[in-house]
């Protein structure tokens, strides 16, 4: 069965530092690109950041390009989402999701999602 | 401002028909394979349609996918009050070099 659990979340201050956890398991983690999609309660999805199986590849939103860095260790099967300079508008439910292929900006097919980590920017 | 458009809502009654459409650009749907979700309330977004018509294992063929050009259709027949969701369509944009998503339609089931 595959799993993702996110973790990690949490209330900090606009401007500080926060960073994402994703334990997944189930599957043969090496073998696919994960991204995490995040989503402020009661409104839409937003793709956040992805990564490619080998980490040739990575991929962000414009949002969050320059304060995000997304990573990935193989080894022990969990995706990072490493989120600096934190905003108000960061505050969402992130959601750690499983890509059908081993590349990003392919075909963007996410098969399987964790339930999400909140996490709350304000003052 | 989502990238992709989607109504925002859509309705119909049970056993019925209910198409939702999803319009992008050459740089996205134009271009790349569309994915669409189904979000039922409280919980994370499930896997329908993947590379503009195929679906996952599991997912009944009540639900089917269609795209021409920078437009995409996500179709249900026979439906049921368990469809009552927000259901989003998704992609890739070659000029934005980022994922991208349709701001999402609530279906209601009367």
């Known amino acids: 069965e595959v799993r993702l659990v996110e973790s990690g979340g949490g209330l900090v201050q606009p401007g500080t530092s926060l960073r994402l956890s994703c334990a997944a398991s189930?599957?043969?983690?090496?073998?696919?690109?994960m991204h995490w999609v995040r989503q402020v309660p009661g409104k839409g999805l937003e793709w956040v950041s992805g990564?490619?199986?080998?980490?040739?590849?990575?991929g962000y939103a414009g949002s969050v390009k320059g304060r995000f860095t997304i990573s990935r260790d193989n080894a022990n099967n969990y995706l990072f989402l490493q989120m600096n300079s934190l905003r108000a508008e960061d505050t969402a439910l992130y959601f750690c999701?499983?890509?059908?292929?081993?590349?990003?900006?392919?075909?963007?097919?996410?098969?399987?999602w964790g339930q999400g980590t909140l996490v709350t920017v304000s003052s | 401002q989502s990238v992709l458009t989607q109504p925002p809502s859509v309705s119909a009654a049970p056993g019925q028909k209910v198409t939702i459409s999803c319009s992008g650009t050459s740089s996205n749907l134009g271009n790349n394979y569309v994915s669409w979700y189904q979000q039922l309330p409280g919980t994370a977004p499930k896997l329908l349609i993947y590379d503009n018509n195929k679906r996952p294992s599991g997912i009944p063929d009540r639900f089917s996918g269609s795209k021409s050009g920078t437009s995409a259709t996500l179709g249900i027949t026979g439906l049921q009050t368990g469809d009552e969701a927000d259901y989003y369509c998704g992609t890739w944009d070659s000029s934005l070099s980022a994922g991208v998503f349709g701001g999402g339609t609530k279906l209601t089931v009367l």
């Open positions: 999701a499983k890509d059908k292929l081993p590349s990003i900006a392919v075909a963007e097919a996410f098969d399987y």
């Open positions: 990564v490619s199986w080998n980490s040739d590849r990575l």
């Open positions: 189930g599957f043969s983690f090496d073998d696919y690109a």
